[in-house]
């Protein structure tokens, strides 16, 4: 089982809102949803590699900012063209304050 | 038995209409008929990665696979030569003949031809994968492009061959370039940013003559300057593609004219994307043709929903992109249609012009900056824009009051 890796403190990001968070060689995106929740996912979009961090939060879908697809953060899926594959996701925990990813 | 749906045109809007047939649930036959011997492809990365790439490949809507597996039959390199309304049919160049139910005319745009004699093999236009190989070709180091026009196509080439080392002068006959859809403001920081790249552009001054010897072309502008290059390449803007409408008695507007529902004169008829004009709902149903990506996938989407018998109108609101070295440009809505501007900074340079009318609804938003810097606000005045809202000046204009609380309003 890999480690959890602290991505930002819970205040960084606005509710309904999205961050990037890079590790390594690797980009991922970090949500609040409206709720207060936390989710991530790979940080660029299966379409044309455009980060997804820029893009709009609504509800549960993060909209890419280039080509406007969209997926649901909270689960990866697709949800309609241009984009047809779906987003990997990484289980999220708070603790004391910080979001941590597991990035396996 | 159905005769089912054909759909004339294999591009952007044409392959996500069938597409969206499968994915409405339509279980009869849905035949795509294309000119080109590809499959469903992407435009935008012509004028783009394509060009930067050393070996640039098509990147499709849909795979032989995919379209295999929803049972999509795709007819290449063929084109559609009549149609015989009373009928139902479609008669193709290979002399085979489709029957319809409905029938989709997604025929595109081509490009403007430059009315003047001289022109020769080293003159070329883009549009299609093929042109753009034969473009590739001449983009290296040492060879001097020219392009006649500064519209999105010809700027976004001249950035491509830059990178890869040409030189290039941008000609424009207009007094600035990006006339059409882009506020000078924004117009004056790709031009700066051309300049700084080292792209030569002569604005407001009309072509003479141009000579072709097949080996290297010589462009003549009014004043008398001379500018010899490897390639021209012109790209002066695009012409809808409506022939075969036309033969068949369709209602011709510049473009096919289709209500806001996308049907043509003939209720059986549809047509979508660049090749078609239609009421835009957002500005009391003025009629525009657009020539956009995004519009032609959300057409093709919304003419399979009503050749299904959906009668839902088009509600979008134009959007467009252009990318140029590391600029992006996005403009949500019809800037024309404003009458106030209000500028919101973003930082690092970024900023969006927000459009309004003069009874203060916001009726389109212009935004530039680095990477995607604008794309978050852009999408959002675009929603505000779709909703007809009359959004406070001060707020658009200052950047502690969020976009996205301006919805809830």
Known sequence: MSDWIEACAAGEIDEEDVMRFDHGDRTFAIYRSPDDEYFATDGLCTHEKVHLADGLVMDDIIECPKHNGRFNYKTGAARGAPVCVNLRTYPVKVDAGKVLVQIG | ?409
């Open chain 2, 1 to 409: 038995m159905a005769r089912g749906m054909v759909i004339i045109g294999a591009g952007e809007c044409g392959g996500r209409a069938a597409l969206a047939l499968r994915d409405l649930g339509y279980d009869g036959p849905v035949t795509l008929v294309g000119d080109e011997p590809h499959l469903p492809y992407e435009r935008p990365p012509l004028s783009k990665d394509a060009m930067s790439s050393d070996a640039p490949e098509i990147k499709a809507i849909a795979s032989d696979e995919l379209l295999a597996q929803r049972s999509i039959r795709h007819i290449h390199s063929v084109q559609a030569v009549a149609i015989d309304r009373e009928a139902h049919k479609v008669r193709l160049s290979d002399g085979s003949v489709l029957p319809y139910d409905k029938l989709l005319l997604a025929t595109g745009s081509t490009p403007r031809k430059l009315p003047m004699p001289g022109l020769g093999p080293r003159c070329v236009y883009l549009r299609t994968f093929a042109d753009a190989l034969a473009i590739r070709a001449h983009l290296s180091a040492g060879n001097r492009v020219a392009i006649v026009g500064g519209g999105f196509i010809g700027l976004e080439l001249a950035a491509a061959a830059r990178k890869l080392g040409a030189s290039v002068t941008v000609i424009e006959a207009q007094p600035r370039i990006l006339m059409r859809g882009v506020p000078a403001e924004i117009a004056k920081i790709i031009h700066d940013t051309h300049v700084v790249e080292g792209v030569d552009i002569a604005c407001g001054e009309g072509i003479a003559s141009i000579a072709d010897d097949g080996k290297e072309v010589r462009v003549t502008l009014a004043g008398g300057k001379e500018i010899s290059a490897d390639l021209a390449v012109i790209g002066i803007g695009a012409v809808p593609v409506t022939g075969l409408a036309a033969e068949a008695g369709l209602a011709i507007d510049n473009g096919i004219a289709v209500d806001a529902e996308l049907r043509s004169s003939d209720p059986d008829i549809f047509a979508a994307g660049d090749c078609c004009s239609f009421p835009l709902a957002v500005y009391g149903g003025r009629r525009v043709r657009l020539e956009a990506w995004r519009n032609a996938q959300e057409q093709g989407a919304l003419a399979a929903k009503n050749m299904l018998g959906a009668a839902e109108a088009h509600a979008a609101v134009p959007w467009f992109w252009s990318d140029q070295y590391g600029l992006s440009l996005q403009i949500a809505g019809l800037s024309d249609e404003g009458r106030i501007t209000v500028r919101r900074d973003l930082g690092e340079g970024a900023f969006i012009l927000f459009h309004l009318a003069e009874d203060g609804r916001l009726v389109a938003a212009s935004g530039i900056g680095p990477g995607n810097a604008v794309a978050r606000d852009i999408r959002l005045a675009e929603m505000l824009i779709g909703r007809r809202a009359r959004p406070a000046p001060e707020a658009l204009g200052s950047q502690a009051v969020k976009l996205k609380s301006l919805l809830a309003a």
